[in-house]
């Protein structure tokens, strides 16, 4: 399955680009995901860490379940307002 | 009733214009927060001229439009409008405008602070502070 990944913030100027997408299996948990994204960009390991995630514009806990077409979005610390 | 008025806006935001959309007949009370760009000076002398925001636009909108329906079944919220500016805010504009018209004042106190305080807590807005010499750092990024 493919999915969309959109960074914010630090993590977007971290990584140098806003988005990227992934090939993964089905199956595929979100921390999959962020291990897959750790070794494509080594330059955001630290504020992934730290990140909080959501999957099509709501919050998700890491051992959530990945489908086809989903855009998953890594928030570092909200600091709006 | 309108529906509540929330925005993510580009370009300044309008107080008056807010204030005007929660007039009503039936509201006794209006309360209007405006979260502004303060000044600063980093410890080696430089001065903050403005913040940056950026958002997740589409989830943020959807935030905000929950938080004032978790506000209008705690208080008789007549009408409100949830209004929070990205790009750059020069330091004393407004970045954020919270505002909300009940029968009465206590009610419109506490939903506006209710709202400001959650809006805080995890809607997807970030913010970078721009210094003087060019520089600019995320706050609370680690």
């Known amino acids: 399955m493919r999915i969309t990944v959109r960074f914010f913030a630090i993590l977007k100027d971290r990584a140098g680009v806003d988005s990227t997408r992934l090939e993964l299996t089905d199956g595929s948990r979100i921390s999959d995901a962020m291990k897959l994204l750790e070794t494509q960009f080594a330059s955001i390991k630290p504020q992934l860490a730290r990140a909080a995630v959501a999957i099509n514009r709501n919050y998700e806990k890491t051992d959530s379940i990945l489908q086809d077409g989903d855009e998953l979005a890594l928030l570092p610390p909200v600091s709006g307002g | 009733m309108a529906a509540d008025w929330i ?9 008056t214009a807010a204030a005007k959309f929660v007039s009503h007949p039936s509201a006794g009370g209006i309360d209007l927060f405006l979260g502004t760009t303060r000044s600063e000076k980093s410890a080696d002398g430089r001065e903050l001229i403005a913040l940056d925001y950026e958002a997740y636009a589409e989830m943020a909108k959807s935030q905000l439009g929950a938080l004032a329906q978790r506000a209008r079944q705690r208080w008789p919220i007549v009408q409100i409008a949830i209004l929070h500016r990205i790009g750059r805010v020069a330091v004393g ?3 954020v405008i919270v505002a ?17 305080d959650e809006l805080k807590k995890d809607v997807a807005i970030w913010k970078k502070e721009i210094w003087s010499d060019g520089s600019g750092t995320w706050v609370n990024a680690g």
């Open chain 2, 7 to 15: 925005e993510i806006l580009a370009t300044p935001l309008d107080v």
């Open chain 2, 100 to 116: 909300v018209s009940t029968p009465h004042r206590a009610e419109a106190f506490e939903a506006c602070r209710f709202v400001i």
């Open chain 2, 93 to 95: 504009e407004p970045s």
